[in-house]
């Protein structure tokens, strides 16, 4: 493909200064009118080595106003990176509506550079794409506009690049060996960035290739197809305003009788059985907790449930045994105004735990399709395409080596109201009811439904669904304990077997 592309095209001093002039206006027209429209924009530049990609970003960036942009380099992954699933540096990047994310190399060092050095192998490939695919797909159908360019030189001109950086003491350094490497084996490495485009060019993330010979060309065409793009996203969208959007419950088939129908809730635990049965769990994840940091697994741990289900009592009961250097609970409450900017798997993409450590969730990313959709606090297309969103986020954790567990705490309609009695009559717990808590109960068969529709579409062999009977305290804490100390023990073996059969290849 990129062998038929004409690298000899170039652009007048005269041309290009005239063109400058327009595009340069009209580029910082653009800017404030996405901000005015809260459209969040990406632009990536990829390209062969010594293309020019900073020198591109450079010319672009004069015509914006700096306070709207940020400018990320994407180079090897530091230790912080190299401890979490690969998009989550990029997703923590992503920028708020109205503002401009420039990434100077991107998430596609996975199946490029990564790819040639052999970092990423072979069978890892194919989930790699799947997952840039959904990571662009979701940014996109939320509003992002994603801009990707692949500056194209050719192996004589890299190579000539390459020299005149080598002959001065200013620029030298700015050649690596790896970049010599890339040039000596230059029809490989194009090889591997064709895959990357064939596989990767999507209506709603398009790639430009930009013949990079001559930078002021080059400089006209990243520029011309940015102003294009922006004004046919603007119109696209002042022809969208006034539009219905359908809001509210909605339905996508009867879940009225489901999962939750069931659950047996009478359940229970003595109090000297739950005692016994509890001491021995938390010594047995104390121990554990210590073999997830040595053998580096990350754990995620997410509750969600009636409101007085009793998450607040598990999550005690699961972290008093834990080194507390090595979890963290994340109470989820409303988006504030910063979060609200951002996509909403954002604020938890912020909290994706380190290898080795942790993250409990007091509350989820869920809320989507739960609240928010009976609420009608985002739309019916949103709350639906969310289970597909949130399937790949979470095999995303999964592939990375994540042990991914999900509880819902369940009890029955009469509970709740005892509990709730309870909390309103006892002056130390009156802080955790509120009147929203009584009129969700009368929301109770929306939510039912709701909560049997995500069970059902969101329960995977990597991130299972674990339904808790609530209605005994001590049931339930115990059967929590169980299910982590049980997967815990089975992810551990599993590394360990995984570890001896690679020291026996050795």
């Not at 007048?12 to 404030?32: A, C, D, I, M, P």
């Not at 200013?170 to 790896?178: L, P, S």
């Not at 009976?374 to 790949?392: H, V």
Request: proline fraction near 3%; charge should be positive; aromatic fraction near 10%.
């Amino acid at each position: 493909m990129l062998e038929k592309i004409d690298l000899s095209k170039n652009i007048t001093k005269e041309e290009y200064k005239e063109t400058l002039k327009r595009v340069s206006t009209k580029l910082g027209q653009l800017q404030r009118e996405c901000k005015a429209a809260g459209i969040p924009v990406i632009l990536v530049f990829e390209g062969m080595g010594a293309a020019g990609k900073g020198t591109q970003i450079n010319r672009l960036i004069q015509a914006l106003d700096p306070r709207g942009f940020s400018v990320y380099a994407s180079n090897k992954n530091n230790e912080e990176e190299r401890l979490r699933p690969f998009l989550w540096r990029y997703w923590t990047k992503t920028p708020a509506k109205g503002r401009i994310a420039i990434f100077d190399r991107s998430w596609y060092r996975k199946v490029q550079v990564d790819c040639f050095d052999g970092v990423t192998k072979q069978e890892e490939l194919a989930g790699a794409f799947q997952d840039i695919l959904s990571f662009e797909k979701q940014l996109t159908s939320d509003g992002t506009v994603i801009l990707k360019f692949f500056l194209y030189i050719s192996k004589e001109e890299q190579k000539k690049r390459f020299k005149k950086l080598e002959s001065s003491k200013e620029t030298a350094w700015r050649v690596t060996e790896e970049d010599r490497k890339r040039n000596r084996e230059y029809e490989r490495y194009l090889k591997i960035n064709e895959e990357m485009l064939e596989k990767t060019d999507t209506d709603c993330a398009p790639w430009t290739i930009v013949e990079a010979t001559d930078r002021d060309f080059a400089a006209i065409k990243i520029m011309d197809t940015v102003v294009t793009r922006l004004e046919s996203e603007l119109a696209a969208r002042e022809a969208a305003e006034g539009q219905p959007q359908k809001v509210g419950f909605g339905s996508t088939g009867n879940y009225k009788s489901g999962v939750l129908s069931g659950i047996d809730l009478t359940k229970s635990y003595s109090k000297e059985v739950y005692k016994e049965k509890l001491d021995a769990l938390q010594k047995k994840l104390e121990y554990l907790h210590g073999e997830v940091y040595r053998q580096r697994i990350p754990v995620i741990l997410c509750f969600e449930g009636w409101d007085a289900g009793g998450k607040g009592g598990a999550i005690k009961r699961l972290t008093s045994h834990l080194d507390p250097r090595g979890y963290q609970v994340n109470p989820t409450a409303s988006p504030n105004d910063i979060e609200r900017q951002h996509h909403y798997l954002w604020r938890f993409w912020n909290n994706v735990p380190k290898a080795g450590h942790i993250a409990i969730f007091d509350r989820t990313w869920y809320g989507r399709v739960m609240v928010e959709r009976i609420e009608g606090f985002c739309t019916e297309n949103e709350w639906k395409r969310a289970y597909k969103e949130i399937n790949e986020m979470e095999e995303h954790m999964a592939n990375f080596g994540a042990v991914v567990l999900k509880f819902w705490l369940h009890i029955d309609k009469d509970e709740q109201e005892k509990r709730f009695k309870e909390r309103m009559a006892n002056p130390d717990k009156q802080w955790k009811i509120t009147g929203e808590d009584w009129r969700n109960r009368e929301k109770w068969d929306l939510y039912e439904e709701a909560v049997n529709e995500m069970l059902v579409r969101t329960s995977t062999i990597y991130a299972p669904w674990v339904v808790i009977e609530g209605n005994d305290k001590y049931y339930a804490r115990v059967k929590v304990l169980k299910t982590v100390v049980e997967a815990l023990e089975e992810k551990i073996a599993k590394n360990a077997k995984k570890e001896k059969a690679e020291k026996r290849k050795e």
